[in-house]
């Protein structure tokens, strides 16, 4: 426990030494069993209980010490808190911790930079007479294959860099040298893929009304789909390019184009549903000062699938050359905010899994 906390874990503390002579939502989810493995909460283990928490409010509406109780007890709320600071306490590169606090601003000004790159690049650099012609969907006529993949590579290369570094100092900071197993790594992707613990205890996340829904992990469900479907696109014609030599456009119904299109599909429908909610849901509920961070992902998402989906449905027209701009410019700004942004969590809480599945498979128990 290091002796200047930060008033998050010193919350967190106390409603975990609250909470562990309480009990009463030990079957929620993984986070209260976590809790209960251990008597005292270093700040390592908050910060794994905090990544543990999937803010699905169940904890609150269920608490008969919630407010105006005087315990003041609010775990979803604190739990943000504490999980929010976390990647600010672990990035890489240090002195970008601040971008977690501003992060819309940040967000926004990356994509702007990048749109404007694009569509001040090929204003200046591609012919008006090509960049305004129809090609019949072959955007390497307008970009070179091999200028978009170094671009797209190099920024890539960064962020997994980043992430690496960042989630080793996560990883070691809340195992240290504990044991894990394959079967530990195998676990964690069930639950992940499942969204084990946005169950709520089994009705879903609490709204706004205070009554579970299922809604919030469907379009999670949605989202993260989407996401991974639109990566196996592009995986996919990668290794069309580079193994078989088979260069785009695709055709609709090859096998990109037709991840693509889903997947495109599912990052409309599950950020679009996952603003709206959160528009709706009680904000004792979040990380008030810091709920533009979930925002500008979502928007960011939504807005690359978008450009996306337009881009191939007018591929073939004289429109083609700015929605690419477009769309080139919205994918490499998500791209940049990757490891400063929402999008972190997802990485975060995967650890997480991974830890609290070798604690319970080996029945540990802390002091
Ligand atoms: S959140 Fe409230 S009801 Fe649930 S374990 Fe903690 S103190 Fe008990
Ligand atoms: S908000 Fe949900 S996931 Fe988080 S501690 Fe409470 S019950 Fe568990």
């Not at 240090?94 to 790159?117: H, P």
Request: charged share 15%; aromatic share 14%; glycine share 8%.
């Amino acid at each position: 426990m290091t002796a200047n906390r930060s008033p998050a874990l010193i919350e967190v503390d106390r409603l975990m030494t609250i909470c562990n002579a309480c009990r009463y939502c030990e079957g929620l989810c993984a986070v209260f069993p976590a809790m209960e493995m251990r008597r005292t909460f270093a700040d390592a283990d908050i910060n794994y209980l905090a990544n543990l928490c999937h803010q699905c409010g169940a904890c609150y509406s269920d608490c008969q010490y919630s407010p105006p109780h005087e315990f003041n007890v609010n775990v979803p709320a604190a739990m943000a808190v504490a999980r929010n600071d976390s990647y600010a306490h672990y990035v890489w590169p240090g002195f970008l911790a601040g971008v977690f606090d501003r992060n819309g601003l940040l967000v926004t000004l990356l994509t702007a930079l990048s749109l404007a790159a694009f569509i001040v690049g090929f204003v200046l650099w591609v012919d008006p007479a090509a960049l305004f012609a129809a090609h019949s969907g072959d955007f390497y006529r307008i970009m070179p294959h091999n200028a978009m993949a170094g671009i797209f590579g190099v920024v890539a290369l960064y962020a997994i860099l980043a992430f690496a570094i960042s989630l080793t100092r996560f990883w070691r900071d809340i195992n240290g040298g504990a044991p894990i197993g394959l079967r530990d790594f195998g676990r964690a992707l069930i639950d992940t893929f499942h969204l084990t613990y946005l169950h709520g205890g089994g009705g879903g996340c609490t709204s706004e009304d205070k009554r579970p829904s299922p809604s919030r992990r469907l379009f999670h469900h949605f989202t993260f789909y989407g996401f991974m479907l639109c990566f196996a696109s592009t995986s996919v014609a990668t290794l069309y390019h580079y193994a078989f030599g088979w260069k785009a456009p695709y055709a609709l119904f090859s096998l990109p184009v037709i991840l693509g299109t889903i997947g495109g599909i599912g990052l409309i429908v599950g950020p679009a549903g996952l603003y709206a909610l959160s528009r709706r849901r009680d904000p004792v509920l979040t990380d008030v000062n810091r709920r533009d961070m979930a925002t500008a992902f979502i928007a960011m998402l939504f807005l690359v699938a978008l450009t996306g989906l337009l881009l191939l449905a007018l591929r073939d027209t004289r429109a083609m050359g700015i929605l690419l701009a477009i769309h080139l410019g919205t994918v490499l700004g998500l791209f940049l905010s990757l490891p400063y942004g929402k999008f972190v969590h997802g990485l975060y809480r995967f650890l997480a899994l991974v830890k609290y599945a070798a604690e319970r498979r080996n029945g540990a128990f802390i002091d």
